[in-house]
């Protein structure tokens, strides 16, 4: 089992920043390959970033693609999304996600968070 709880989300301006993490306990974290994903109400989850077991290689949708970085930190079993030049369609739920048991941009993935708001005006 694993239990994921981020934090870090909040309301952000039009090309800002924010940075969200994700805190893992559980199993041995540094086994996990670990997502970022958001939701916006009416619309399905969708893929945002993903990073390997070791931090080597990292995924990114082509929307977030040279804005947004994911990257861990496996002493602190925490894994982070850097969110730079923010844009107000960035607005949304984020979670993150542990183990993905197919593709991993698909949303089957083993264990979610709880989610946290990110809002971004304009």
């Known amino acids: 089992q694993v239990q994921l709880v981020e934090s870090g989300g909040g309301l952000g301006q039009a090309g800002g920043s924010l940075r969200l993490s994700c805190a893992a306990s559980?199993?041995?974290?540094?086994?996990?390959?670990m997502g970022w994903f958001r939701q916006v109400p009416g619309k399905e989850r969708e893929f945002v970033a993903a990073?390997?077991?070791?931090?080597?290689?990292?995924f990114y949708a082509d929307s977030v693609k040279g804005r947004f970085t994911i990257s861990r930190d496996n002493a602190k079993n925490t894994v982070y999304l850097q969110m730079n030049s923010l844009k107000p369609e960035d607005t949304a739920v984020y979670y993150c996600?542990?183990?993905?048991?197919?593709?991993?941009?698909?949303?089957?993935?083993?264990?979610w968070g709880q989610g946290t708001q990110v809002t971004v005006s304009s």
């Open positions: 996600a542990a183990d993905p048991t197919g593709y991993y941009r698909s949303v089957g993935y083993n264990y």
């Open positions: 559980g199993r041995t974290f540094s086994s996990s390959f």
């Open positions: 990073i390997n077991r070791s931090g080597g290689s990292t």
